[in-house]
């Protein structure tokens, strides 16, 4: 089973509205974290947002936020005020955890490409 | 902080060829990963390093790909003998271990393999 799931391929939003990208999660841990990278054409990875199993607050930085619903098990990043440089890919991540530890790899999605036209 | 750095950028190869990438992580981070990401896709783990010890390997890691932090600072990712299959970005990350907290990932740009 996929660990992360976004079902988005593509999202398209106007400049200044704001933007809701989905991601869903498997796991069975307690313990883990979840991540929003973006990745702009020029292919570096761009951490924007983390959101722990265990936070009772949605995370948020900046324009960024995320709309953590545990019992769903979805995590969605909500971008407000959208601006043309936020055009890019977007990807969800998690890290399982252990005993409370946090270990080992991010299991990716495979990503929502986010076009925002003028 | 001068970020992940990657070299080279870009390296074009014919079937067959040996490869090897370059990985020097953030100097105070301890932890260096491995990704590999291939068109539309994201990335997928391929191995992880706490200092000089390789904690964690993927089943993504053939018998023709290596990997080394040998004085637990730069690494390297060899590939030998390259299938076109292994076209694809390798993307090197790495963090600090802190016992909290979120353990960002910091990536650098990649290195794109091309394999004709």
């Known amino acids: 089973a996929q660990k992360i799931t976004q079902t988005q391929p593509g999202m398209f939003v106007q400049e200044k509205e704001a933007v809701t990208l989905d991601c869903t999660y498997d796991t069975s841990d307690q313990s883990y974290g979840l991540f929003w990278y973006k990745q702009p054409s020029s292919g570096e990875m761009i951490f924007l947002i983390y959101q722990g199993s265990y936070d009772e607050q949605n995370a948020t930085e900046g324009r960024y936020s995320l709309n953590f619903q545990k019992a769903r098990k979805s995590a969605n990043l909500v971008i407000s005020a959208s601006q043309l440089g936020d055009s890019a890919m977007y990807f969800c991540a998690m890290r399982e955890g252990r005993g409370g530890s946090t270990l080992g790899r991010l299991y990716f999605g495979r990503g929502t490409q986010l076009t925002v036209w003028p | 902080d001068t970020g992940v750095s990657q070299d080279p950028r870009h390296k074009i190869t014919k079937r067959g060829q040996n490869v090897t990438f370059r990985c020097d992580p953030i100097s105070e981070h301890n932890r260096l990963y491995w990704y590999r990401q291939t068109l539309g896709q994201g990335p997928e783990f391929l191995t992880y390093f706490q200092n000089e010890a390789q904690l964690e390997k993927s089943r993504l890691l053939s018998d023709r790909f290596s990997a080394e932090r040998p004085k637990g600072s730069f690494s390297t990712l060899e590939i030998q003998r390259t299938e076109q299959g292994d076209s694809a970005m390798y993307l090197c990350?790495?963090?600090?271990?802190?016992?909290?907290?979120?353990?960002?990932?910091?990536f650098g740009a990649g290195s794109r393999l091309t394999v004709l």
């Open positions: 990350a790495s963090t600090r271990n802190r016992v909290s907290g979120a353990n960002v990932l910091t």
